[in-house]
């Protein structure tokens, strides 16, 4: 099997792997094929390595259930935006706390998620106004801040100008954590946080649209 042929074989067996331990039914058999797929890829875990020493007959439903969490764990297995749809749910709830600062800056346009169908990775991406810029959001790679850094290029590419930018300096802000929290940074007088994401503060409205 080649590289490529063995990544698909791991994504399928891996969501069926995880649907049915979301949903119920998991069966041994499943988990050890699976195991020995990772096996395979030259990558033994603790927990590939039980079940692949144990008798199948020998594993008690708890022990499936347990074993089928730590190997997707193990394995650092996402699950896609279409297997997970709550994924996606929390990046549409992302952007409309990024959409805030968008319309308090007086920025009209439509900014919404979208997986385009050009994307083969099945990525998330930002789109405004129709377009697109930048990198994709992975499944599990969502938040506040990856959102914002997203519609930010996105905004840019669009309206061709900085956005947003310092109420008091006029430049380009950044994205940044801050105590844990996603805020807007100015890079004037040394560095010193704008807003947090989603309450920057009001601007005065803007005439159309700067192109």
Same mark, same amino acid.
């Given at each position: 099997?080649?590289?490529?042929?063995?990544?698909?074989?791991?994504?399928? *067996?891996?969501?069926?792997?995880?649907? /049915?331990?979301?949903?119920?039914?998991?069966?041994?058999?499943?988990?050890?094929?699976?195991?020995? *797929?990772?096996?395979?890829?030259? !990558?033994?875990? @603790?927990?590939?390595?039980?079940?692949?020493?144990?008798?199948?007959?020998?594993?008690?439903?708890?022990?499936?259930?347990?074993?089928?969490?730590?190997?997707?764990?193990?394995?650092?297995?996402? @699950?896609?935006?279409?297997?997970?749809? /709550?994924? %996606?749910?929390? *990046?549409?709830?992302?952007?409309?706390?990024?959409?805030?600062?968008?319309?308090?800056?007086?920025?009209?346009?439509?900014?919404? $998620?979208?997986?385009?169908?050009?994307?083969? $990775?099945? $990525?998330?991406?930002?789109? %405004?106004?129709?377009?697109?810029?930048?990198?994709?959001?992975?499944?599990?790679?969502?938040? !506040?801040?990856?959102?914002?850094? /997203?519609?930010?290029?996105?905004? $840019?590419?669009?309206?061709?100008?900085?956005? @947003?930018?310092?109420?008091?300096?006029?430049?380009?802000?950044?994205?940044?954590?801050?105590?844990?929290?996603? !805020?807007?940074?100015?890079? /004037?007088?040394?560095?010193?946080?704008?807003?947090?994401?989603?309450? %920057?503060?009001? *601007?005065?409205?803007?005439?159309?649209? !700067?192109?």
């Amino acid at each position: 099997m080649d590289p490529d042929e063995l990544r698909q074989t791991f994504r399928e *067996l891996g969501a069926r792997v995880y649907t /049915a331990l979301r949903d119920g039914g998991l069966e041994a058999g499943l988990l050890v094929e699976l195991a020995c *797929l990772v096996e395979d890829w030259t !990558v033994s875990t @603790p927990a590939t390595r039980e079940l692949l020493e144990r008798r199948t007959a020998e594993l008690t439903a708890a022990d499936v259930l347990r074993l089928g969490g730590a190997l997707l764990d193990e394995v650092n297995f996402v @699950p896609t935006y279409a297997l997970e749809p /709550a994924l %996606f749910a929390e *990046l549409e709830e992302d952007l409309k706390v990024v959409e805030r600062d968008l319309r308090a800056t007086g920025v009209t346009g439509t900014l919404r $998620m979208v997986i385009p169908d050009w994307d083969s $990775m099945g $990525m998330a991406w930002v789109e %405004f106004d129709g377009a697109f810029q930048g990198n994709g959001i992975p499944p599990g790679a969502g938040g !506040v801040l990856n959102v914002a850094d /997203a519609a930010q290029e996105a905004i $840019m590419e669009v309206i061709w100008r900085a956005w @947003p930018v310092c109420p008091v300096h006029d430049r380009g802000l950044y994205t940044e954590a801050e105590n844990e929290t996603a !805020v807007w940074r100015c890079t /004037a007088d040394e560095g010193h946080t704008v807003a947090p994401i989603g309450e %920057f503060p009001p *601007l005065p409205r803007r005439r159309g649209r !700067v192109r």
